[in-house]
């Protein structure tokens, strides 16, 4: 119990620390950049520009800025876009982020979910047909980009057999073409992930003596097989989670869905601090948060990973 307290304690210094480093490099960064915010619009009187600087507090030393802003944060406070006009980025965030965590999360049980159960049929029929189509599958997953996938999809379903929405969104069938879209590449790379896993564990002297001692194909597959393979799929689910629910840019232009994914391009081009900030510290905390779970899960399933 010690142990794993300490463990935990060590695990989340580590991810405060984590965060702090992005943010005070992505602020110093962005900052570095030249220009500001309000270069681009022109004929700007010099009085109104001194007086939109003071607004944002541009006109402060940079130190200063920074010492700001790490007090809003700790406040909870992301501060207002300096594009869009009465918009804070808490707002922002709150409205973009539900509908791609929805996309996001139904593609990441889409890709988790058939990417392990392909694994495990290809490795348990090492070498027959359904292996290599396994294979096939995997490596035109991981080969063909989600833009093409999301194209693809659109003159099939949508132009061709008029089955489904080409884009927009609102209600349930506007799902189906991002979901599967961004979740292809997934179902390839997990399925891939945990074929090789599933052959590396078959080949482990405790499944043989497991075969060995009578125990049923059932029982050797469920209860030693998948349960150890399936450990490495973990790390890249929890990974992946933080990518994938946050949104795609271009799934999400594609199908002109109101995600947060269109907010991570726009800030930079517009050079807009205040959501460039709100957007990295936003994906960076899900990343770590993801990361400190995982770690966490590590600890509790392999008590030797505490002791390191």
């Known amino acids: 119990m010690l142990f794993m307290l300490r463990y935990t304690v060590k695990r989340t210094l580590m991810a405060i620390l984590t965060l702090w480093v992005i943010i ?59 594009k869009y006009k009465n918009r804070s980025v ?31 049929v290809a490795a348990l029929h ?19 980009p989600e833009f093409v996938f999301a194209a693809l999809f659109q003159w099939i379903f949508g132009v061709w057999l008029e089955v489904l929405p080409v884009a927009r969104w609102g209600t349930p069938a506007h799902y189906i073409m991002p979901v599967f879209a961004l979740g292809a590449t997934y179902i390839a790379y997990i399925a891939r992930m945990m074929r090789t896993s599933m052959l590396d564990v078959l080949n482990q002297d405790y499944i043989r003596t497991a075969r060995a001692k ?41 199908f002109a869905i109101p995600g947060i994914g269109k907010y991570f391009v726009q800030s930079i081009t517009q050079q807009d601090y205040t959501l460039i900030m709100g957007t990295t510290i936003f994906y960076a905390a899900i990343l770590i948060l993801m990361m400190y779970i995982v770690d966490l899960f590590y600890g509790v399933v392999d008590p030797r990973i505490r002791l390191e």
């Open 126 to 144: 090492r070498g027959k047909a359904i292996d290599y189509f396994v294979i096939v599958l995997a490596v035109v997953g991981v080969s063909v």
């Open 214 to 254: 009578g125990l049923s194909n059932f029982a050797v597959t469920w209860k030693h097989t998948i349960r150890n393979a399936i450990l490495p799929i973990v790390t890249i689910l929890g990974v992946s989670f933080a990518g994938i629910v946050v949104g795609s840019f271009v799934i999400e232009s594609i």
């Open 24 to 82: 005070t490099i992505t602020f110093f960064l962005m900052h570095s950049i030249p220009g500001d915010p309000f270069t681009d619009q022109k004929k700007i009187p010099a009085e109104i520009m001194e007086k939109l600087k003071m607004k944002y507090g541009l006109d402060k030393p940079l130190i200063v800025q920074y010492g700001t802003y790490l007090k809003n944060i700790l406040k909870g406070d992301l501060g207002d876009s300096m």
């Open 90 to 120: 808490n707002d922002m965030l709150r409205d973009g982020f539900p509908v791609s965590f929805k996309i996001g999360i139904y593609a990441l049980a889409l890709g988790a979910g058939l990417g392990i159960l392909f694994g495990i």
